[in-house]
Structure formats: structure tokens, C-alpha cells
């Protein structure tokens, strides 16, 4: 638009472009001729760059990036952050005409922890009056699966339930997930709903290991659970009975001498527990202690008598060899018929 009067002349742009671009020549005609020059210079700010992934990030691989900014004037300047810190990239600039396209390209290490890092790319200008266009992006790592089998908790008796869960992961996700079981085929009862696996009722028929696989198209992996089914163990409770203030007396049975005793134990009223009542052993203690004193006595008794009689035998023999000794006295002195005649009893 152009606006001319006798002492102005005024050129307005809008919508300005970089074809817009050059020197404007004012010129007065008077007596004497005077002109001035305007230059024009269009600068151009960057869009928010973009990413491009030139190489996939695989576990144990690297990625390559490159983050463009395909027009600006002058040049933008690109700048690569991960975590506040910056990358630092190798930047190529192109010159098109009145436009520059520059790029940033980096090489980075990728393990299964960097899948979903943030990284952003961010471009400056001074058109932007210290502002930055930024494009953010997400590392998409791709590795093999892992699986592993979430356990029922405590033990699994006959009659019980069995619920597996196969905890999956990977990138990309396995879509497919087998189950199976080892040497064997799964039970008629089994149920399959996706990464559950459950079994109702069970018996010792279902003992076996089971098997959770999945795969993508970077590896395959498995995990397995043995399962062990236990018989069912009846348990009786046994309500202990009410502590009452009548005593238990015992019972003596017939014709044993042990008596019996139930009491109960301060400790545990409801228990009951067998004593023996002393009193029998006394008694029988006692009855022996006086046989085994009659014994001794008549032993005594006897022998007391064996010696005496046997001391009154010794003493008529002593007598009887007195009479025979004056006998053979008599004899040998000769005593003549005279005297008498003797008859000695020998």
C-alpha cells in the first residue's frame, strides 16, 4: 500500500516474505535531485523442529536420530537435551537461496531401561526473542520378552483352586500367550483367559509342572510353575468342657490295686489328666516290710535251736567216753572178780 502526498510518501508491506526482500529507492526531483535507499531484510523464524529416527533402537544396539529444522533465515540453531543436559550432535546446514534447512543427527547406546526416556530437540532463533521451538520424543527400545509366573499364596490342598497369572513384558507386547503343561496335556477343567490360567477342584491327578511362553519378533521367553496337590487332613476341634466347683472323685476298680485319679490341671481347666494315688504303694510297702521281718526272725529262731540241741550232744558223748576210759583202767590194773562185777553200758 502506498500513501503519496505532496510531502510524504509512505510504502506499507504485509504478509511479508523473503521475496520481499531488497533495497527501495526514494527519489525527491526538485532543482536538485535527492534519493535515499531503504534496504529490506526478512528474517524467518524456525517451525518446531522434527525427529527422525534413522536407525532403530534395539536392547544392546544404538539409535540414531536426527532432529531437522527444514527452514529459517538465518540459520536456527539446534540443540539435543536429555534430563536438563545436552547431546551433543553432529549439525549440518543447507543453504536454499534465501532459506537455510539445518539438522542435528546423534548416536546414541540403548539397553531395555532407556525404552520411553525422554529426549527433546529444541531450536533457537533470534526472531523468536529468546524463546525456544521444542520437540519432544520418546526412545522406543525394542527387546525380547520376559515372563514370569505370579504363584498362588500358601499351599493347595484337594478340592482348592488354582489361579497362574503370566506377568509379561517386551516391546513390542507378545499378543500370544501359551500355556501349557509339561509331558502331559492340560486338564479338561483348565481355563485359559489370556495371561490367566486357573483349575477348579483340584486332585493329585493335576500335579505336574506348567508352562507360560511368549514371543516377539525379538527373542522368546518362559517360566514355569510345578504345582503339588496335598491329601486333605481332617481336623476335629475339640470343645474343652466348663470348669464346674464339683470335685471328680476317683473310682478304685476291682480287683487291681492302682487307683485312678481324673484332675484338673490349674493351668488348663478344660484339660483332664490321669494321676496315681500313692495310699495302694504305701500299704504294700508295709505288707512286705512285715514278711520280710517274720522270715528274718524264724531264721533266727532256728538256728538258735540247731545249736543248742547239738551242744547237749556233745556233752553225753563226753560222759560216755569218761565210763569207757575207767573200763580199760579196770582191765589193765587187774582188779580180780573180788571187787565185784561192773557192767559198763558203752
Excluded at 75 to 83: E, P, Q
Aim: charged share 15%; net charge negative.
Amino acid at each position: 500500500m502506498v500513501l503519496f502526498t505532496p510531502r510524504l510518501v509512505r510504502i506499507t508491506l504485509t504478509n511479508v516474505s523473503v521475496s520481499d526482500e531488497g533495497g527501495y529507492f526514494c527519489q525527491l526531483y526538485t532543482d536538485a535531485t535527492h534519493h535515499q535507499v531503504a534496504t529490506l531484510s526478512v528474517s524467518v523464524p524456525p517451525e518446531t523442529p522434527t525427529v527422525e529416527v534413522k536407525q532403530e533402537a534395539v536392547e544392546g544396539g544404538e539409535v540414531e536420530l536426527s532432529c531437522m529444522s527444514p527452514r529459517s533465515k538465518p540459520a536456527a540453531t539446534l540443540r539435543w537435551m536429555r534430563n536438563g543436559r545436552e547431546i551433543p550432535g553432529v549439525v549440518s546446514q543447507q543453504d536454499n537461496a534465501k532459506t537455510f534447512s539445518v539438522s542435528s543427527t546423534i548416536r546414541i547406546p540403548v539397553e531395555r531401561k532407556d525404552n520411553g526416556a525422554a529426549l527433546s530437540c529444541e531450536a533457537s532463533h533470534p526472531a523468536l526473542s529468546g524463546q525456544k521451538r521444542i520437540r519432544h520424543y520418546r526412545l522406543d527400545v525394542y527387546f525380547a520378552p520376559t515372563v514370569r509366573i505370579v504363584p498362588p499364596p500358601g499351599i493347595l490342598r484337594e478340592g482348592d483352586s488354582l489361579s497362574l497369572t503370566c506377568s509379561v513384558t517386551g516391546n513390542p507386547l507378545p499378543r500370544n500367550i501359551q500355556w501349557s503343561k509339561i509331558n502331559d496335556t492340560l486338564p479338561e477343567r483348565a481355563e485359559i483367559s489370556g495371561p490367566t490360567f486357573q483349575i477348579s477342584r483340584l486332585n493329585p491327578l493335576h500335579n505336574g509342572t506348567y508352562l507360560c511362553q511368549a514371543q516377539n519378533n525379538f527373542g522368546r521367553a518362559a517360566d514355569h510353575y510345578t504345582l503339588l496337590v496335598y491329601d486333605n487332613v481332617s481336623v476335629t476341634t475339640t470343645v474343652p468342657p466348663t470348669p464346674t466347683t464339683q470335685p471328680i472323685t476317683s473310682h478304685p476298680v476291682t480287683p487291681t490295686l492302682l487307683t485312678l485319679v481324673f484332675a484338673l490341671d490349674p493351668k488348663d481347666p478344660g484339660a483332664v489328666q490321669e494321676t496315681h494315688s500313692a495310699v495302694p504303694y504305701a500299704v504294700i510297702g508295709g505288707v512286705l516290710a512285715l514278711l520280710v521281718f517274720t522270715v528274718i526272725c524264724v531264721l533266727i529262731v532256728t538256728i538258735w535251736c540247731s545249736v543248742r540241741q547239738k551242744g547237749s550232744y556233745l556233752t553225753h558223748e563226753a560222759s560216755g567216753l569218761d565210763e569207757h576210759g575207767e573200763v580199760q583202767e579196770a582191765f589193765l590194773n587187774g582188779n580180780d572178780a573180788s571187787q565185784g562185777k561192773k557192767e559198763y553200758l558203752l
